[in-house]
């Protein structure tokens, strides 16, 4: 009996006769159709499924990609941030905490007109600094003064040591010269070198001029004997009594008495002097002296002599009577008289020779040393009162100085609470989200704030030549070089399409994030070329795709076509019904394609994404690589395709896992922004 779906189950129980029947048909057709119900469901949940699945799986499998050759674009993509290359970051300077009391509005245009007009960005709370200055001001002010002082006191005992050095050797000159003057220059050096004693030297002269004496002596006791001849010989002429003195005048006794009485050295004739063949010779004034001496003995000898000659003619004229005896008596007192200056002018030459020239000339010569000793006591009084005053201006000069340091630099603390804008370009907070998280403040930049010295306040970055700060990771930095092109995006643009330029990279990584040391990085910079977007702002999030080459007629295949089984890179060979598994050496990789180097051959079919082994199936096939060295291993057909962790790693040139992510190649190509 077959239902109908569309009757319902109320019209077979209203028939006539039939009700009973007809419920006991309803029931067991409600029984066998859960039954058929059941057995369904059962039947799809054990061979439907894996139908499907075998069915996806063999269209799957059957996927195939023509190898051929193409170009193979190698790039580095990475992801970053807008970034300014020329940004002025604005600090404070000021000492301390300082309280800002304006603030130029974030996100404000400064225009080189505000830079020209020294526009105001940020002005700091300088009530304090101010005080502080007052009191500086005062203080330096009693520092200059006192510095003043110190400076023109020493000025003035430097010119008072100058002239008492001068007035020193001014004295020890003329020392000098009264020596000079006194004994003659060389007689002086002679002396002042130690090489002859003036007290010596006088001895000797002394001892010529005794010795002279007793020349003299003789000859005038010879003298006077001859004019007693002449007396007595007169004497008879004029009587020829005897004479009751025997012969012998009243005068002429009075003569011999006279020399009998003054013993004398003294001669008549002119004596050798010891200027001439005695010891050294005098100079200066104790010559003149000497000289002035020996030329009074000198002249007394010649009196003496004229003296005795008009005794004897006297007494001859006496004699025959034509001069009286009176006459006769005032030659021979002439005589007398002679005798005693020629007496007193040796003693006066024995008493300068003797006295006088050597203790005026050790006086001399004692002041002249005296002097000099003098002098040296006045340059060494200089040298320490100058280097008392000099050490009194240093420490004076030093405070000022100190004083005047701080003064200048309140003023420029001063100065440091208006901040002026320097440089063209957009206002930015230190403390704005657009600023690299480890750099954000805990405190927001505004007015009443808190800043700190060298704390930033604002960022003035440069809106006509941005950049894109990227993170490259250490696998792929060998690749990127300085001035490769690249293509950049930004996220808030998709239509707009730049080019750039690789103009630095870190030569040190760092880690990307601080809880991933791990994962390391060396940040790169991509300029942004050509003319600038008006949007364009700093801290936009972009995508950079830097291009490093272009390999040509290189046979590529899909990335997903390749396994790696046992360590070894596998594609599977289409040949027929059947996929063989074959060993390829692969090369330089992009997104989705990579270099096969070996293996593969053009116009050749393989899989476009390889199959899914089964854990068994690997183990499998592991036991048999064991077994059987060498070849690719066996594969389950009726596996699915192989997961992503079984995919071949894309290699660097040099064979080193973590290539290049590339270019996407499926992306629909939007014109570049140049």
Excluded at 100 to 108: A, M, N, Q, S, V
Excluded at 147 to 157: H, M, N, P
Excluded at 177 to 198: F, I, M, N, S, W
Aim: net charge positive.
């Amino acid at each position: 009996m077959k239902i109908d779906p569309s009757r319902p189950p109320s019209a077979a129980l209203d028939a006539p006769g039939r009700r009973g029947s007809a419920l006991l048909r309803w029931l067991v057709g409600l029984v066998v159709l859960g039954g058929l119900g059941y057995g369904g469901w059962w039947g799809w949940k054990a061979y439907g499924r894996r139908w499907l699945e075998e069915g996806a799986k063999k269209s799957i499998a059957r996927a195939t990609y023509a190898v051929t050759r193409r170009e193979l674009p190698i790039t580095v993509i990475a992801s970053g941030s807008l970034k300014a290359r020329k940004s002025e970051v604005i600090a404070s300077k000021v000492e301390g905490k300082a309280t800002i009391l304006e603030i130029i509005k974030e996100g404000t245009l400064i225009t080189p007109e505000d830079v020209k007009n020294g526009k105001v960005l940020v002005l700091l709370d300088a009530a304090d600094l101010q005080e502080r200055l007052i009191q500086q001001q005062i203080t330096f002010a009693n520092a200059e003064s006192a510095y003043t002082q110190a400076r023109e006191a020493y000025d003035i005992q430097k010119s008072q040591v100058e002239s008492d050095i001068q007035n020193g050797k001014l004295n020890v000159k003329f020392g000098r010269l009264d020596l000079e003057k006194y004994v003659g220059e060389k007689l002086a050096d002679l002396a002042l070198a130690d090489t002859v004693d003036l007290l010596e030297l006088a001895k000797q002269h002394a001892a010529a001029a005794r010795t002279e004496r007793q020349r003299i002596e003789a000859s005038v006791a010879e003298a006077i004997k001859q004019v007693e001849r002449a007396l007595v010989a007169a004497a008879a002429d004029r009587s020829k009594k005897p004479n009751p003195t025997q012969g012998k005048t009243p005068a002429a006794a009075s003569i011999q008495n006279t020399i009998g009485r003054e013993t004398s050295a003294l001669a008549v004739t002119q004596p050798a002097r010891a200027d001439k063949d005695g010891p050294i010779v005098f100079g200066g004034a104790a010559r003149q002296n000497k000289r002035k001496l020996e030329a009074d003995i000198d002249l007394a000898i010649e009196e003496f002599k004229r003296a005795a000659d008009k005794l004897v003619w006297t007494a001859r004229l006496e004699s025959k009577g034509y001069v009286s005896h009176n006459e006769l008596e005032a030659d021979q007192l002439a005589v007398k008289r002679e005798l005693i200056n020629l007496e007193q002018a040796l003693s006066a030459r024995e008493i300068f020779l003797r006295y006088e020239f050597p203790k005026d000339a050790e006086e001399f010569l004692s002041i002249y040393r005296e002097r000099v000793r003098e002098l040296s006591r006045i340059e060494a009084r200089g040298r320490s009162a100058l280097a008392q005053k000099e050490a009194d201006r240093r420490s004076k000069e030093a405070t000022f100085k100190t004083q005047k340091d701080k003064l200048e630099k309140l003023k420029k603390q001063v100065g440091y609470c208006t901040i002026r804008a320097t440089t063209p370009g957009l206002v930015i907070y230190a403390s704005s989200g657009a600023r690299s998280s480890r750099h954000s403040y805990s405190t927001p930049i505004d007015k009443g704030s808190t800043v700190h010295e060298r704390q930033e306040i604002l960022r003035m970055p440069d809106l006509s030549s941005l950049a894109v700060e990227v993170g490259i990771h250490e696998s792929l930095i060998g690749r990127v070089k300085l001035g490769l092109p690249a293509e950049i995006r930004i996220e808030a643009m998709p239509t707009l399409a730049l080019r750039g330029t690789v103009v630095s990279v870190d030569p040190l990584p760092s880690p990307k994030d601080w809880w991933n040391r791990g994962y390391m990085e060396f940040s790169t910079d991509v300029s942004i070329d050509g003319q600038l977007a008006p949007d364009l702002k700093p801290g936009m999030s972009a995508s950079v795709e830097i291009h490093v080459r272009t390999l040509h007629a290189v046979v590529a295949v899909p990335v997903q076509a390749v396994s790696v089984r046992a360590g070894r890179s596998v594609v599977y060979v289409v040949q027929g019904d059947k996929e063989v598994p074959r060993e390829v050496e692969l090369g330089e990789a992009n997104e989705t394609l990579v270099e096969v180097r070996k293996g593969l051959t053009e116009d050749e079919r393989i899989l476009s994404q390889a199959p899914r082994d089964s854990g068994a199936k690997k183990k499998a096939d592991e036991k048999g690589n064991g077994k059987k060295k060498g070849g690719p291993p066996a594969v389950d057909k009726s596996k699915g395709a192989p997961d992503a962790k079984a995919r071949p790693q894309p290699r660097t040139p040099d064979g080193k896992p973590g290539a290049a992510k590339t270019s996407r190649s499926s992306r629909s190509k939007r014109p570049l922004r140049k």
